[in-house]
């Protein structure tokens, strides 16, 4: 049940073909690491996978700068805290039109990016859709881990949604982030089986050990291997 991966010509064609406002990624190393932020909304428990392994494997090419969240009580803050990482909550604006509580929000992250130099942005659990705006300006430096293997079942209800399907197989999917929901080119997959008895909670709880492994893996590609512009 391993990861499978995309050739890597395919990964970086993608890459170039994705930048708008970013240059590529250049490449990380133990000395220089690509800088990272994580952008979480709840427990962080993808954070946590992350920064341990980031933290473990100095050779891996990155390491989590600041973590960021738009929910003040997610629990990941004080994880992230306590693994010597600074947290910082975003709370949504006090804004009726959501489109301009939107764009406040996320000019409120651009400036925490910029105040700690970010150069990727990793989204765990991070429940926002992000404008399209501020996608163009990142990409392709802007990865998420989706809870399904796309392009099945997008969207926040996952779990819910492979339950309902009746199918026999879920799993991870990591991708570069554009202006559609979960739609955004494929860098690799995990999967595991789905069970007859099983319900969201504990489906949710096996893919995430699958989650844990892949998203860490995926980055360590992306950051070890140069990135050109043709």
């Given at each position: 049940?391993?990861?499978?991966?995309?050739?890597t010509?395919?990964?970086?064609?993608?890459?170039?073909?994705?930048?708008?406002?970013?240059?590529?990624?250049?490449?990380?190393?133990?000395?220089?690491?690509?800088?990272?932020a994580?952008?979480?909304?709840?427990?962080?428990?993808?954070?946590h996978?992350?920064?341990?392994?980031?933290?473990t494997?100095p050779?891996?090419?990155?390491t989590t700068?600041?973590?960021?969240?738009d929910?003040?009580?997610a629990t990941?803050?004080?994880k992230a805290?306590?693994?010597?990482?600074?947290?910082h909550?975003?709370?949504?604006?006090?804004?009726?039109?959501s489109?301009?509580?939107?764009?406040?929000?996320?000019a409120?992250?651009?400036?925490?990016l910029?105040?700690?130099?970010?150069?990727?942005?990793?989204?765990?659990?991070?429940?926002?859709?992000?404008?399209?705006?501020?996608?163009?300006?990142?990409a392709?430096?802007?990865?998420n881990?989706?809870?399904?293997?796309l392009?099945?079942?997008?969207?926040?209800?996952?779990?819910r949604?492979?339950?309902?399907?009746?199918?026999?197989?879920?799993?991870c999917?990591v991708h570069?982030?554009?202006?559609?929901?979960?739609?955004?080119?494929?860098?690799?997959?995990?999967r595991g089986?789905?069970?007859?008895?099983?319900?969201?909670t504990?489906?949710?709880?096996r893919v995430?050990?699958e989650?844990h492994?892949?998203?860490p893996?995926?980055?360590?590609?992306?950051t070890?291997?140069?990135?050109?512009?043709?």
């Open positions: 049940m391993g990861a499978h991966f995309r050739r010509q395919g990964v970086y064609a993608t890459a170039r073909n994705m930048v708008r406002g970013a240059s590529p990624l250049r490449t990380g190393s133990a000395s220089d690491p690509i800088r990272c994580i952008l979480i909304s709840g427990s962080g428990s993808g954070m996978a992350m920064v341990v392994h980031q933290q494997h050779l891996c090419g990155h700068t600041v973590v960021i969240s929910q003040p009580e990941g803050l004080n805290e306590r693994l010597g990482v600074p947290a909550s975003l709370p949504l604006p006090d804004e009726s039109d489109e301009l509580r939107r764009h406040k929000h996320e409120l992250v651009q400036q925490l910029e105040q700690y130099n970010i150069e990727l942005i990793l989204l765990s659990g991070y429940m926002r859709l992000l404008s399209t705006q501020f996608v163009e300006r990142w392709p430096r802007i990865i881990i989706h809870p399904s293997l392009p099945s079942f997008p969207g926040a209800h996952a779990h949604d492979v339950l309902a399907a009746g199918v026999e197989v879920s799993g999917t570069y982030v554009d202006a559609g929901m979960d739609s955004g080119e494929i860098l690799g997959q995990r089986p789905v069970f007859t008895d099983d319900n969201e504990s489906l949710a709880e995430k050990i989650e492994q892949l998203y893996e995926i980055i360590d590609k992306i070890t291997a140069p990135q050109t512009q043709s």
